[in-house]
């Protein structure tokens, strides 16, 4: 019998050993995500005292971009184990049917299946 905290995981196909597996990245990409926000920041405070026209404006919109798109999968991943803990990682967010399982392998933050994903992008 599945345990609640298992089920869909186990309805996307994914092994206990998957499931680990997947556990293990997200956990090393959230760390990977703090660690390049904290360098985003100690180079922001650094460049305080810089001269002025030593990082052009581009620079910092490029190192403000780059931020943004950290935080932003650092959610995500920090999503993707709350899943995990709560037993919904692996269903998807929109038609709650199983997110596949070779998504999972390769975007384990992934919160649809590639269907609804496919939809979602071509509403853009």
Do not use: K
Not at 9 to 38: I, M
Not at 43 to 59: I, K, L
Not at 76 to 101: F, K, Q
Request: charged letters at 30%; proline letters at 5%.
């Amino acid at each position: 019998m599945l345990s609640h905290q298992t089920a869909g995981a186990y309805d996307a196909g994914l092994t206990p050993e998957d499931l680990a597996a997947l556990r293990e990245n997200l956990h090393e990409q959230r760390l990977f995500r703090r660690e390049q926000l904290r360098q985003f920041a100690a180079r922001s405070t650094s460049r305080a005292g810089d001269p002025p026209g030593r990082d052009g404006p581009g620079r910092a919109e490029v190192r403000a971009q780059l931020a943004a798109s950290a935080r932003m999968v650092l959610t995500d991943v920090e999503a993707a184990l709350a899943r995990m803990d709560a037993g919904t990682y692996g269903s998807c967010h929109l038609c709650r049917r199983p997110v596949e399982r070779e998504r999972l392998l390769i975007v384990p933050q992934a919160r649809y299946c590639g269907r609804c994903q496919q939809v979602r992008e071509a509403a853009r």
